[in-house]
C-alpha cells in the first residue's frame, strides 16, 4: 500500500491516525533501535520527493506491507526514486521486530521487485550492513547477488 504525500506527513506525526485512514488495525511499531536513525532519514527523504514527484509518488515513498491475516501495518517497503537513464533504483524495507523470520520480507520485495520491473527498472540495487544475516538471507531467496562489499556494507543487484 503505497503512502502518498499527505499520508506520509500522517505516517510522521500520528500514525495511529493514518492506520484509521487506511481501514488497518493500529499497532504501535517496534522497530529494530539500529534502525531508527535510518528511518527517520528515510520518512523526511519520503516527505520531500513525494511532495515534488507527486505524479511519480509510488517511487519516492514506503509502501506498507500489511499482514492481512492481522488487518495490521508490519513494516514498509520502497525504492530510492524513479528510474533513471540506467533504469536502476534501490530497494529499502523494514519491519516491526514481532513479525521477522516469518517470510513477510522475502513476500513484499518479492512483490515490489515484480511491480519495479513491470514499471520501468532494469536492475534494483541494495545495501545491507555486513552483519545484517537475515537480510542478507531475504535478498538472496529473491535472487539477488552480492556486487560488492566494504567493512561494513554488502552491494547487491539483481537484474531484470
Not at 533504469?87 to 516491526?96: A, C, E, I, K, R
Not at 513476500?107 to 519495479?116: C, D, F, P, V
Request: aromatic share 10%; with cysteine.
Amino acid at each position: 500500500m503505497p503512502l502518498t504525500h499527505e499520508q506520509l506527513l500522517l505516517y510522521k506525526s500520528d500514525f495511529k491516525q493514518l492506520c484509521e485512514e487506511l481501514g488497518i488495525r493500529y499497532i504501535e511499531r517496534q522497530n529494530d533501535p539500529l534502525v531508527e536513525k535510518e528511518l527517520q532519514e528515510a520518512i523526511e527523504f519520503w516527505i520531500k520527493n513525494t511532495a515534488a514527484h507527486r505524479d511519480q509518488f509510488k517511487w519516492y515513498t514506503t509502501w506498507e506491507i500489511v499482514l492481512k491475516s492481522e488487518n495490521v501495518a508490519v513494516g514498509g517497503i520502497g525504492f530510492s526514486g524513479a528510474p533513471g537513464k540506467n533504469l536502476t533504483s534501490m530497494v529499502g524495507y523494514g519491519l516491526d521486530m514481532r513479525y521477522h523470520r516469518m517470510g513477510i520480507a522475502t513476500e513484499a520485495l518479492a512483490a515490489i521487485i515484480k511491480w519495479g520491473f513491470e514499471n520501468g527498472l532494469s536492475k534494483i540495487v541494495a545495501d545491507t550492513p555486513i552483519n545484517h544475516i537475515a537480510s542478507h538471507k531475504v535478498l538472496l531467496k529473491n535472487r539477488f547477488t552480492e556486487s560488492s562489499r566494504d567493512e561494513s556494507i554488502i552491494h547487491w543487484q539483481l537484474d531484470k
